[in-house]
């Protein structure tokens, strides 16, 4: 047994084995930014960018790779602009037009007739042209074409960078902005050309603090201010903006830390004139302003609508500065002169009803009624007249009454869930249940005229007073306090 073991042994040892396949090293794939870099290098050792393509060469050659890969760059080149791309897959557009932008901005030459050749001039193996080179900016201008296209169509250059057609050109434009304030890496003379051209253009590098910013240059130009009012802007957006800015501001007064206004924002804002303190003085001179409104009125004979994009700011602020002046209020701007040199031109000071003294004190009282407050006049009406219908639209001492009725009940469909403009509010539990045990009538929809005191509200009479109980006719209303304040 033991000599049949070895035996066995001696067998195993001796058993044949394939040999191992002699295993062909993979050649490395050379990148595009390495590709790049031999343009560069040839480009030092020729002093041009017309490269010889494949042509006459064997595969052995050592300039054959580049060459081979020079004609797909200048048929990448003829494709793009012929519409043969797509977005997906091996010809992906975004990607080739990037390539196409960088070789552009070395130099490349991209062949005569848009790449459809060999590129004239070539003479020699060693790529000495014999006529100019063919180097153009055709990416360029196409690329600068699509931006001010963009801008028509949205009112902006903010492209986002899943744009189909310029994410990643804006994506890279905002790459070179960020090397440029950093510092760290120089960019080329065409690099800073391009990053200056677009900032002139009005490209946002910074996304929607440059379209802001562009927004609150046209608000300066078109009204000669530099603070634009939080409450009464023309756009309600940029008014939030700009009071935004100023909170930063003040914090970095105040030797805090602030995340949104960099440096570079800190820049813009000042070269752009915004006004960072809240008292900011006119830029535009005023003469200015009286002179175009005196053009105007010689033109049409009459004042500018409040609504003119470019007067109709400081019309309304001449009227405000006029009122304060008549109010007694110090601070009206409105100096003997200036009312003088208006008077002379016609311009209506007044325009409309003015509100009365009183009027405006009930206002100012009015706003500033809690809810309990409110709650304890509903009370009181209802233990006057009855009946717990307030009318709601009304002009008489009841007005602010009417509207806090009719704003609780469209608070209240919002605490059931339902669907109702948030402007409106939405009633607290404990708001519901008080205004439940006062006796609130939240639906009301079912009374057409205000009942007579102590009279029983679902028995139509034709004397009463009429009421009409139209929560639309509420919801459209432009009511001037807040019921809830």
Same mark, same amino acid.
């Given at each position: ?244 800015? =100023?909170?930063?501001? #003040? +914090?970095?007064?105040? /030797?805090?830390?602030?995340? &949104?206004? !960099?440096?570079? *924002?800190?820049? $813009? %804002? ?48 001449? =009227?405000?500065?006029? #009122? +304060?002046?008549?109010? /007694?209020?110090?601070?009206? &701007?409105? !100096?003997?002169? *200036?009312?003088? $040199? %208006? ?143």
């Amino acid at each position: 047994g033991e000599e049949g073991n070895a035996n066995d042994s001696a067998y195993e040892s001796d058993e044949w084995t394939p040999p191992e396949k002699e295993v062909t090293p993979q050649k490395k794939k050379i990148t595009f930014e390495e590709r790049v870099k031999l343009c560069q290098a040839f480009k030092v050792n020729n002093g041009h960018l017309n490269i010889p393509t494949s042509k006459n060469k064997a595969k052995g050659d050592d300039d054959y790779g580049l060459g081979k890969w020079v004609e797909t760059m200048r048929r990448n080149y003829r494709a793009f602009f012929n519409g043969e791309l797509v977005n997906k897959g091996r010809n992906n557009k975004q990607v080739i037009g990037y390539q196409l932008e960088v070789l552009e901005e070395i130099g490349f030459d991209f062949g005569s007739n848009g790449g459809n050749e060999e590129a004239e001039g070539t003479s020699s193996e060693q790529g000495t042209p014999t006529q100019k080179v063919n180097v153009t900016r055709r990416v360029w201008e196409y690329r600068v074409a699509q931006c001010r296209q963009f801008k028509v169509e949205n009112g902006h250059m903010n492209i986002h960078h899943s744009d189909q057609e310029l994410g990643n050109f804006a994506s890279r434009m905002r790459a070179l902005y960020n090397r440029r304030l950093e510092g760290k890496e120089p960019l080329t003379q065409v690099e800073k050309d391009k990053v200056r051209y677009l900032d002139e253009l009005g490209f946002a590098f910074d996304g929607k603090f440059d379209v802001n910013l562009q927004k609150f240059m046209e608000f300066k130009q078109r009204t000669g201010e530099s603070k634009v009012p939080q409450k009464h802007a023309p756009d309600k957006k940029l008014g939030t903006w700009a009071a935004h800015v =100023r909170q930063e501001n #003040n +914090k970095l007064n105040r /030797g805090e830390k602030s995340d &949104y206004l !960099t440096a570079d *924002r800190l820049r $813009k %804002l000042a070269t752009a004139g915004f006004a960072f303190s809240e008292k900011a003085q006119r830029e535009t001179p005023w003469e200015e302003y009286f002179d175009k409104l005196s053009a105007y009125r010689a033109e049409h004979g009459k004042d500018p609508p409040t609504s003119h994009p470019e007067m109709g700011y400081w019309i309304t602020k001449q =009227r405000a500065y006029y #009122n +304060k002046k008549v109010d /007694g209020d110090p601070k009206h &701007y409105m !100096t003997d002169e *200036r009312e003088e $040199k %208006l008077r002379s031109i016609g311009f209506v000071f007044q325009a409309g009803s003015r509100m009365s003294e009183e009027h405006r004190a009930s206002m100012r009282a009015g706003l500033k009624k809690t809810f309990d407050d409110r709650l304890a006049e509903f009370v009181a009406w209802k233990e006057k007249h009855g009946h717990p219908y307030v009318p709601t639209v009304t002009p008489g001492e009841d007005k602010h009454l009417g509207r806090w009725v009719a704003k609780q009940r469209l608070a209240y469909k919002a605490f059931q869930g339902k669907e109702v403009s948030k402007k409106y509010g939405k009633l607290t539990a404990e708001q519901a249940l008080k205004l439940s045990q006062a006796g609130f009538a939240f639906e009301a929809s079912h009374i057409r005229r205000t009942p007579k005191d102590n009279v029983d509200a679902t028995k139509p009479n034709e004397d009463q007073e009429y009421e009409q109980q139209n929560e639309l006719e509420w919801a459209n209303y432009e009511h001037s306090a807040d019921p809830f304040v």
